[in-house]
């Protein structure tokens, strides 16, 4: 296959059909068959400017954690900003108050931090009960108060229900069965809020109060979850869509740290830090109605050496225009239960960093296509199109055999879940 670019001043195209965005405009990138150079096929693919600012917390080349910003407008590349008193595994912005929860690396303690916006510790949980490092973390905009502010997390198959920052617990949605049926991955990667969402709950014929959440797994399938309170406890509605995001590693570090987080932008898209063991991608993904999928393009990377690099938020520069796919995807959704599980139970859920990820890609429902082309633009270089999309492989989620309900005995509910 050879490929090729109708206009290298505004995309280039390498060997491996890699596309990079170099200018605004359009060009149309070709694949051609070696073996019959009478097959072939086209593309046209669109380089547009994104008007949107990255708002984040890494650690430099020299190991250095701080704040930073990266207009991918105008910049080239990022800017530091604040130093922060404390290494980072994951972070999330408390808005309401104006104050970051970052959680630090040291292993075995992956200790909690309330951190002010001009890099200083205002508290610290100590050692968390959970006692496991909390890959990702997304501010829950809708259970959270001024007084109470709760973070929804990840770690591996696990989903921790929306909880107090500074004194975690155990309590969380186990979706290893959802993943390794439904999309054939192993774990989930990133977590994002969208706020406040209305569910209609076609099962139990009620309107519900949610929290959307959006989680990524390392089959690069995006994971929607309308989380609600429910006697104590929280029960959600769910939904999965693919992606064309390349295959990616999800190496981690080696010591049971991710490093990739994922934040919903004003603008609608969602937006991807991922770790590749050298340094942190930044990926926008954008949902496309009419496919029925997210389209994924790579901005660009924060340097080499540099990582971890979390995001926080994604600010639009100018007139904010968002997604309206949302509702549409409740239809039909699976239904879970969160439980409380055991130390032991997170425990034994480590060690997946690095999984093979050839074993998911022969599952039933796993994406057919190995390569995705993605843009790559190091400047704010954006592609609409593609030669090739992964087959979107459709389930009957209407079936009764698709829908889950997992019932919690009472006197294992947790009662910090307000009712509402």
Same mark, same amino acid.
């Given at each position: ?16 059909? %890699? ?125 959270s ?8 997390? %990840? ?12 004194a ?22 990133? %977590? ?30 995006i ?45 609608g ?50 007139e ?42 022969q ?24 030669v090739q ?32």
């Amino acid at each position: 296959m050879t490929w090729t670019s109708s206009d290298e001043s505004v995309a280039t195209v390498d060997a491996k059909g %890699i596309v990079t965005g170099v200018d605004v405009g359009q060009s149309v990138i070709t694949a051609t068959s070696v073996l019959d150079p009478t097959v072939s096929a086209s593309c046209v693919v669109t380089v547009e400017t994104v008007n949107s600012t990255l708002d984040g917390v890494l650690q430099d080349k020299d190991g250095n954690p701080m704040f930073f910003q990266w207009n991918l407008e105008t910049d080239k590349t990022w800017t530091g900003g604040a130093a922060i008193d404390t290494s980072l595994t994951s972070a999330t912005y408390d808005a309401k108050n104006q104050v970051m929860y970052i959680m630090d690396s040291v292993e075995d303690s992956w200790a909690m931090h309330k951190v002010s916006m001009e890099g200083e510790t205002l508290a610290n949980s100590g050692a968390n009960a959970a006692q496991v490092p909390l890959w990702d973390m997304a501010y829950s905009q809708f259970f959270s108060t001024e007084e109470a502010p709760m973070v929804g997390s %990840i770690y591996n198959y696990f989903f921790l229900a929306p909880k107090n920052p500074m004194a975690l617990d155990t309590r969380a949605f186990n979706v290893s069965s959802f993943l390794s049926q439904y999309s054939g991955a192993s774990m989930l990667t990133a %977590i994002a809020s969208g706020g406040y969402a209305e569910l209609y709950d076609d099962e139990d014929n009620v309107t519900r109060d949610t929290e959307l959440f959006y989680l990524l797994d390392d089959a690069g399938y995006i994971w929607t979850w309308w989380v609600y309170a429910d006697n104590g406890s929280y029960s959600a509605s769910l939904n999965f869509v693919e992606t064309d995001l390349p295959d990616l590693e999800f190496p981690g570090d080696g010591k049971d740290n991710l490093y990739c987080s994922m934040v919903l932008g004003e603008d609608g898209a969602l937006y991807l830090s991922y770790f590749t063991g050298e340094t942190n991608e930044i990926y926008r993904l954008v949902y496309d109605e009419t496919a029925e999928m997210y389209h994924a393009t790579r901005l660009g990377d924060v340097g080499d050496t540099v990582w971890p690099a979390a995001l926080y938020q994604v600010k639009a520069n100018g007139e904010n225009t968002s997604s309206a796919h949302l509702e549409a995807l409740a239809v039909n959704a699976f239904h879970a239960v969160a439980e409380t599980v055991t130390e032991e139970d997170l425990a034994a859920s480590a060690g997946r960093v690095g999984y093979n990820r050839l074993a998911q890609s022969q599952g039933p429902h796993a994406k057919t296509m190995n390569e995705a082309n993605v843009a790559e633009g190091g400047l704010n270089a954006v592609q609409t199109g593609s030669v090739q999309k992964a087959a979107h492989n459709k389930l009957p989620l209407g079936t009764s055999e698709h829908r889950h309900k997992y019932r919690l005995p009472a006197e294992d509910r947790n009662s910090d879940a307000d009712g509402r």
